[in-house]
């Protein structure tokens, strides 16, 4: 049975952290590129950042440049969102997808974890 499950939201105030995991079973991680999404109330989903099969490469939206790190230890088919300095506007529902593209397409989503930046 595919699974991603997010965790490790929260209320935050802003200038706080947040460390957010994926974890993943019942498929071969290792092989999937892995994105983090969010959507706030009344907006679109949005990609936060994203990592590579093997991790050597990363992309980031302009707004959480600098502010966000991704990463992901395969040994734990884990993924990682470090959420540093946050702000109001990072209030959102996050939400983990793996992506695979080879001949066929695969993508899985998670249930999502709310991250609330409010003082």
């Known amino acids: 049975q595919v699974q991603l499950v997010e965790s490790g939201g929260g209320l935050v105030q802003p200038g706080g952290s947040l460390r957010l995991s994926c974890a993943a079973s019942?498929?071969?991680?290792?092989?999937?590129?892995v994105s983090w999404y969010r959507q706030a109330p009344g907006k679109e989903r949005e990609l936060v950042a994203a990592?590579?099969?093997?991790?050597?490469?990363?992309n980031y939206a302009d707004s959480v440049k600098g502010r966000f790190t991704i990463s992901r230890d395969n040994a734990k088919n884990t993924v990682y969102l470090q959420m540093n300095s946050l702000k109001p506007e990072d209030t959102a529902v996050y939400y983990c997808?793996?992506?695979?593209?080879?001949?066929?397409?695969?993508?899985?989503w998670g249930q999502g974890t709310q991250v609330t930046v409010s003082s």
């Open positions: 997808n793996a992506h695979y593209s080879l001949v066929v397409t695969y993508d899985y």
């Open positions: 019942g498929f071969t991680f290792s092989r999937y590129a």
């Open positions: 990592i590579t099969s093997a991790g050597g490469s990363t």
